[in-house]
Every structure is written in structure tokens, then in C-alpha cells.
């Protein structure tokens, strides 16, 4: 503890040990991981959004209507209801991705506050782990 008090007021950064540099070294892979899923995030939602204009538009055609439905790069012919019935469950589907992604975020911001608090109160303003 005195060494450490005669640091401070020396202006003198704490020592880095091992221990210190795995706790910025998993910061950062956490970091990492919550940006791909914080992308990963808006591709889901603006697909969920495009499948949600998709359904709205179908329930204006009857159910014997025909309509162009999308599989993979292909366009094939089938009826509205069917089609309604693949939007649907493609929607439950996303809903599902974004629902743990959105778990796995959490988990993820839990992480790096607990490990924010660890290294800052070892190294104080030394160390900045807050986004630009």
C-alpha cells in the first residue's frame, strides 16, 4: 500500500503485471466481440424489419394470389398464404438471432464494467477503456 501512495504522488503509472495485462488482453477481446455483435445486431433487425414490410404487403393479396417468393437466389411462384406462412416463420426465426444476440450483449457489457472497475482502480486515469 505504500508503494503504492508514494506512486501516486510521484505521478509514476503502477507496475503492469500479468495478471493486469490478461484483464486488459480479455477487455479487449470483449470489446471486439461486442462490436461484431453489435453489427451483427443491426444486419438482424434491419432483416426483421424487411421481413416485417414483406407481411404487411402480403396481407393486402388473397390467399390463392400468387406471388413471387425469394429462395436463396431464386425466385419461385406459390400462393400468398404460403408464402405468408414462410415470411412468418422466417420472422420467428430472426426474432429468435436477435433476441440472443441481444442476450449475448449483455453478458458481454456485464464483463467489461467488471473489468472497467478492476483496471481503473488500479491504474486510474493511466488507462482509457472508454469508446472515441
Same mark, same amino acid.
Given at each position: 500500500?505504500?508503494?503504492?501512495? $508514494? ?5 509514476? &503509472? ?12 480479455? %477487455? ?10 453489435? @453489427? ?6 434491419? =432483416? ?15 390467399? &390463392? ?7 436463396? =437466389?431464386? %425466385?419461385? &411462384?406459390? $400462393? ?19 433476441? &440472443? ?11 467489461? $464494467? @467488471?473489468? $472497467? ?5 488500479? %491504474? ?5 477503456? =472508454?469508446?472515441?
Amino acid at each position: 500500500r505504500r508503494k503504492m501512495r $508514494k506512486q501516486e504522488k510521484s505521478g509514476a &503509472d503502477p507496475e503492469v503485471t500479468w495478471q493486469d495485462q490478461q484483464c486488459i488482453n480479455s %477487455f479487449n477481446r470483449l470489446n471486439q466481440k461486442y462490436h461484431e455483435l453489435r @453489427d451483427e445486431l443491426k444486419v438482424r433487425k434491419n =432483416e426483421l424489419q424487411t421481413l416485417e414490410d414483406a407481411s404487411n404487403d402480403m396481407m393486402l393479396l388473397d390467399d &390463392d394470389d400468387i406471388v413471387k417468393y425469394q429462395l436463396g =437466389e431464386s %425466385f419461385v &411462384d406459390m $400462393k400468398a398464404s404460403r408464402a405468408q406462412d414462410l415470411v412468418d416463420a422466417s420472422k420467428n426465426e430472426v426474432d429468435g438471432k436477435v433476441a &440472443d444476440i441481444e442476450a449475448g450483449i449483455e453478458v458481454i457489457q456485464r464483463k467489461m $464494467k @467488471d473489468l $472497467k472497475g478492476i483496471l481503473y482502480a488500479k %491504474f486510474g486515469q493511466s488507462i482509457n477503456l =472508454e469508446e472515441e
